[in-house]
C-alpha cells in the first residue's frame, strides 16, 4: 500500500530526550553530587562559574541548583570544569539520552523504509507538529514518568488537535512504561482522538520487524473514513453551538404573557409548564440542529465509509456502545423531576421494577410480579389520560417483560424476540428485557400507589422515550398499525480471553498474553479482539509450535496467516454466543479453516475434561465477559 497516496507523507518523533539541555526534574535527586562539585571547585572553575553565571554570588548552593536557567547554562558548560563531579549531576539525564537515540534511529530507520519523511522534537513540540502527517510521541515528557510528565504530553497534542481541527494527525503513542496498555484508555479520551487514528506501541518492540510499520499502514489505510468521522464529531461540536444560539433567540421571544397563555391551555390536560417548555426546547434545538449545513455535510460524507473494510479493533475494554443505546431510548431520570404532580403516578414508558435490594419469593407474592421470573412491566396508557384531574384512565394498561442479566449468552436468548436491549435496575444491574406480547396487565391508581415507595418496594428505574414507547405500543396493538423506530446500535460485548494449545504431553497450556476483544450481538454475529494484541499473539503461536501436540500443529500452522489473523485482529471471526464450544473459523483457501474452539463464560479445563476432546483441537479461546457496567 502507498501510504503517500493516502496522504501520509510527514512523521514528527516526540521525546523529552531530544531536548538539548535537561530540567530540573530530569536529574531525580542529585543533592549530594552537587555537594561534591561545590566541594572540589578549583580556582579555575570559580573563575568560569562567575563568567557563565555572575548572579551565583547572590544566591546560596541550595537555591542555586533549584534555578533553571541556573542547570541549564551548567549543563551546556559542563565540560568546561574540572574533576568528574558536574559529570556525575548530569549522568543520568545523559544517560536516558543515549536510550532515546537508540529508540529514534531505530524509528526514524522504519519509517524512512515506507518512505516517510522524519524529523524529531523534545517538550516543546506544539509548534514543530502542526504540519506533521504522523506523530509518534512519548506518553511521559520527562524522566521522572510523574503525572504531570503525561499532563504534559496530553495537553501538547491536544493544544495540536485544536489548531488542526479540519486535518488531525494519525498519533502512536509510544513508552518504555509498562502501563502504557492501561494508559492509552485515558491518554485517547483526554486529547479527544479517536480509536481509528491512534495505536500504541512500547519502545522495546520499535525495532521488531513489521511492527512499527504494520501500525502505520493500519492507521493509513482507514485515514480517510477516520476523517469523515473526525469531521462528523467535530460539525455538531461548532453545530450544537450555533444552534443553541439560534434555539434561544427564539424562545427567549415567549415571556410572561406567552406563558400565561400556555399555562393555561395546560391546565386542562394536567401537564405542567416546566415540563412542557423542556420538550419544546428540545424541539428547536433540534430543529437548528438539523438546520446546521455543516452537520448535514459530514452526515452525508459518512454515508461513504466503506463499512465492509473493517479498521483493527483497537481500544476493546473501552468500548461501550451499550450506553449510547440506553441514551437513545431512554429519557435522563432528571427529566421525571418535571411529572404532574396529580393524577397517577407514573407516565407512558415508564418501567416498573422490585427494587433489587428488596426482591425476593415474598415480595412478590401476591402481586403482578409473582413468578420465578424477575419481571418488570412497562407502562403504556398515554400519557393525557394518566395527568387529568381527575384523570381520564381508570386503570393502567402494563406490558410484562422478564429482565436477564446482561451477557452475550442471555442476549442471544431474547434478541429474536420483542426487547430492549439494556436497562439498569442500578449502578450494578445492568439487563436486558424480553417482552411478553402475551402478557398485559392493567392496574388501578390505589394498588399502583401502594406498589411504589413509601409504601412498597417497586419503583421506576427509567422511562422509555416516547417515541420508543408508542413503537412497543404499537407491536402490542398490531391492528393499528407500526410505527418506525431508530434502529438501535449493536450491542457490544467487552470480553477477556486466554487462548491455550495443547502441549506433547496433552496438556493444557496458556500463552502468555490475555486478549481483550469485543463480542458484536447482531444477526449475524462476530467476534474480534483488540490489534494492540496482534503481535505478542503471533510470536506466542510460534513458540507453541516447539512443543504443540501433533494433530494440532497444522491448526496453529493456520492460525498464522495472514487472512486468519486479519479475522481475528480486523474483521472478526462469525461466532454465536452457547454454553457449549464453538468451532473458530477464519477464510482459508477458498474455504473457512478451523483453528481451535470457543468456549464462554466456563474454563477450558473444565469445557475439556478429556484429553482427548482438545489434543487436536488447536488454540481454545477460553472467553469471560468484563463487568456489564465496568
Not at 149 to 159: F, P, T, Y
Amino acid at each position: 500500500m502507498d501510504i503517500q497516496q493516502r496522504g501520509v507523507v510527514t512523521a514528527i518523533i516526540v521525546d523529552d530526550g531530544v531536548d538539548p539541555s535537561p530540567l530540573i526534574s530530569d536529574l531525580g535527586n542529585v543533592d549530594d553530587e552537587w555537594s561534591v562539585f561545590w566541594a572540589d571547585l578549583t580556582a579555575e572553575d570559580k573563575e568560569l562559574l562567575d563568567e557563565i553565571y555572575p548572579e551565583h554570588k547572590d544566591l546560596d548552593a541550595e537555591a542555586l541548583i533549584k534555578d533553571q536557567t541556573f542547570v541549564t547554562l551548567m549543563f551546556e558548560r559542563r565540560g568546561g570544569f574540572s574533576g568528574s563531579a558536574l559529570g556525575k549531576v548530569f549522568e543520568a539525564f545523559l544517560g536516558n539520552q543515549q536510550q532515546v537515540r537508540k529508540f529514534i534511529d531505530a524509528a526514524t530507520a522504519r519509517l524512512n523504509g515506507i518512505g516517510l519523511k522524519v524529523s524529531e522534537v523534545g517538550r516543546d513540540f506544539i509548534g514543530a507538529a502542526k504540519d506533521a502527517d504522523l506523530i509518534i510521541v512519548d506518553l511521559f515528557l520527562g524522566s521522572e514518568q510523574a503525572e504531570g510528565d503525561k499532563d504534559r504530553s496530553i495537553s501538547g497534542l491536544k493544544e495540536v488537535l485544536r489548531e488542526r481541527s479540519d486535518n488531525p494527525p494519525i498519533v502512536i503513542l509510544t513508552s518504555a512504561h509498562n502501563s502504557l496498555h492501561d494508559l492509552r484508555h485515558e491518554f485517547r479520551d483526554k486529547t479527544g482522538l479517536l480509536a481509528s487514528g491512534f495505536r500504541t506501541i512500547k519502545k522495546s518492540e520499535i525495532e521488531k520487524d513489521g511492527h512499527l510499520e504494520q501500525l502505520v499502514f493500519e492507521l493509513s489505510e482507514h485515514r480517510g473514513d477516520a476523517l469523515k468521522l473526525w469531521a462528523f464529531l467535530k460539525s455538531w461540536e461548532t453545530g450544537i453551538s450555533q444552534a443553541l444560539q439560534r434555539a434561544q433567540s427564539e424562545v427567549r421571544k415567549l415571556d410572561l404573557e406567552d406563558l400565561s397563555h400556555v399555562k393555561q391551555m395546560l391546565s386542562s390536560e394536567g401537564v405542567p409548564l416546566g415540563g412542557y417548555m423542556v420538550d419544546i426546547m428540545d424541539a428547536v434545538l433540534a430543529h437548528e440542529l438539523e438546520a446546521e449545513q455543516g452537520v448535514i455535510d459530514a452526515a452525508i460524507a459518512l454515508n461513504s465509509l466503506e463499512a465492509t473494510s473493517f479498521p483493527p479493533n483497537s481500544i476493546t475494554g473501552n468500548k461501550n456502545t451499550l450506553e449510547v443505546v440506553r441514551k437513545t431510548l431512554f429519557v435522563n431520570e432528571k427529566r421525571r423531576k418535571l411529572d404532574p404532580s396529580r393524577g397517577f403516578p407514573v407516565s407512558l414508558g415508564d418501567i416498573l421494577a422490585i427494587s433489587p435490594e428488596a426482591d425476593g419469593p415474598d415480595v412478590r407474592k401476591g402481586t403482578i410480579f409473582e413468578g420465578d421470573e424477575r419481571r418488570v412491566f412497562l407502562v403504556l396508557t398515554p400519557l393525557c389520560d394518566l395527568v387529568r384531574d381527575p384523570p381520564k384512565a381508570k386503570r393502567v394498561l402494563l406490558l410484562a417483560g422478564a429482565f436477564h442479566d446482561h451477557g452475550a449468552l442471555n442476549f442471544k436468548a431474547v434478541a429474536n424476540g420483542v426487547h430492549t436491549p439494556v436497562l439498569d435496575l442500578n449502578a450494578e444491574l445492568r439487563g436486558i428485557v424480553k417482552w411478553d406480547l402475551k402478557h398485559i396487565e392493567t392496574i388501578g391508581s390505589d394498588a399502583l400507589t401502594n406498589l411504589l415507595p413509601p409504601h412498597g418496594s417497586c419503583f421506576v428505574p427509567a422511562r422509555l422515550k416516547e417515541h420508543t414507547a408508542i413503537a412497543l405500543q404499537q407491536k402490542l396493538l398490531s391492528d393499528l398499525g407500526r410505527v418506525g423506530e431508530l434502529k438501535t446500535m449493536p450491542s457490544m460485548f467487552p470480553v477477556r480471553c486466554v487462548v491455550y494449545f495443547t502441549n506433547s504431553h496433552r496438556e493444557l497450556v496458556p500463552l502468555a498474553t490475555n486478549l481483550d476483544g469485543i463480542l458484536v450481538g447482531e444477526s449475524s454475529n462476530r467476534l474480534a479482539f483488540d490489534a494492540a494484541h496482534r503481535f505478542d499473539f503471533m510470536k506466542e503461536v510460534r513458540a507453541a509450535l516447539a512443543e504443540v501436540y501433533d494433530t494440532s500443529r497444522a491448526k496453529l500452522q493456520s492460525t498464522l496467516a495472514p487472512s486468519a489473523l486479519d479475522a481475528l485482529f480486523t474483521t472478526g471471526v462469525d461466532y454465536k454466543s452457547d454454553a457449549k464450544p464453538k468451532p473458530c473459523k477464519v477464510p482459508g483457501d477458498g474455504a473457512s479453516v478451523e483453528i481451535g474452539k470457543i468456549v464462554i463464560n466456563d474454563s477450558a479445563q473444565d469445557t475439556f475434561q478429556d484429553v482427548n476432546q482438545h489434543q487436536g483441537a488447536g488454540l481454545i479461546f477460553e472467553l469471560s465477559e468484563e463487568p456489564a457496567n465496568g
